[in-house]
């Protein structure tokens, strides 16, 4: 087994010199010395993938599903994708890999690598998404991103059309009582069914078999990921932030995907 030490010298530094979010991961890399196996649950976007201008212009690093691959048979299966984008779209990106896999922030599931993904609640009525298309057409700019169990409405292209977003939304939530909740992320307003998040479907995955007795380890970018750091931690494991949009530098454990696949590229070696 190779020693992580040879890879990060930071491990060399005092204690009180690293941040809590390097102790983190130093955390999780000490657990990799130790026969104490890991879970391992992982974010897309501004995760394993750097942020693009629209949904569909991400670039997917070359080597990357096969590197996915490789970490989840050393871990014998315990790998999942946990994204907000639907599973199909997320088995696109990663080609021609499957994973186990919770879409659309848990409102979708896929319990075995190879299984059928099944989803956890109805696509919205006609008539709600009907709403929330013309919505999105009367504010010219923003970008309607339909995932069956949610949709997206991005603002990339035009930042200042947030709060027009959320104020439109926001309107038509009475007329739709308890049907969809609002939940904001990097520059996009995710319209999503009621009582699904990250954190929710984190709980549900690491309760199949190939979790079990496993350490979780969440890596994530976004604000909705702190539901599944959060959810991760009170199964005694770790959520481990990326910098990005949403967390500086200082506060978190990778300084962005590049960072992360290299630490992959790592956890391969050493598993
Ligand atoms: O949970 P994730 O895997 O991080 O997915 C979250 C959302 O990611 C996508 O939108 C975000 O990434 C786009 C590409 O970089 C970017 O253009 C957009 O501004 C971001 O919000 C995806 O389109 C959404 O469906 C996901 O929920």
């Not at 009180?16 to 999780?28: C, H, I, K, M």
């Not at 639907?86 to 599931?109: N, Q």
């Not at 009582?177 to 307003?189: D, L, N, Y």
């Not at 949403?246 to 990778?254: G, Q, R």
Request: proline content about 7%.
């Amino acid at each position: 087994m190779q020693d992580w030490k040879e890879e990060y010298p930071l491990h060399g530094t005092k204690a009180s010199q690293l941040n809590q979010a390097t102790s983190a991961r130093s955390r999780v890399e000490q657990l990799l010395l130790k026969p104490t196996p890991i879970g391992l649950f992982l974010d897309i976007d501004g995760t394993l993938l750097d942020m693009a201008l629209t949904p569909s212009t991400v670039h997917v690093p070359p080597g990357l599903a096969e590197l996915l691959g490789i970490v989840a048979t050393r871990l014998s299966g315990a790998l999942a994708i946990v994204t907000g984008r639907p599973i199909a779209e997320a088995d696109e990106l990663l080609r021609p890999m499957k994973f186990i896999a919770a879409g659309v922030h848990g409102a979708e599931m896929r319990t075995t690598a190879t299984g059928e993904i099944t989803p956890l609640t109805p696509s919205f009525s006609p008539a709600l998404l009907r709403d929330i298309r013309i919505a999105a057409i009367s504010i010219p700019g923003a970008v309607t991103e339909d995932k069956g169990t949610g949709i997206a409405l991005h603002y990339r292209l035009a930042p200042e059309l947030r709060d027009s977003l959320l104020i439109t939304l926001e309107t038509l939530m009475p007329k739709y009582p308890g049907q969809f909740t609002i939940c904001e992320g990097r520059k996009v307003v995710e319209i999503l069914p009621v009582g699904f998040s990250k954190g929710r479907a984190l709980r549900k995955l690491a309760s199949l078999p190939e979790f079990a007795n496993r350490v979780p380890v969440m890596i994530g970018d976004d604000i909705a990921d702190l539901d599944a750091f959060r959810a991760a931690e009170t199964m005694g494991g770790f959520g481990l932030k990326v910098a990005g949009e949403n967390f500086s530098k200082n506060e978190a454990s990778f300084t962005g995907p590049a960072d992360v696949l290299g630490w992959l590229t790592n956890l391969r070696k050493v598993l």
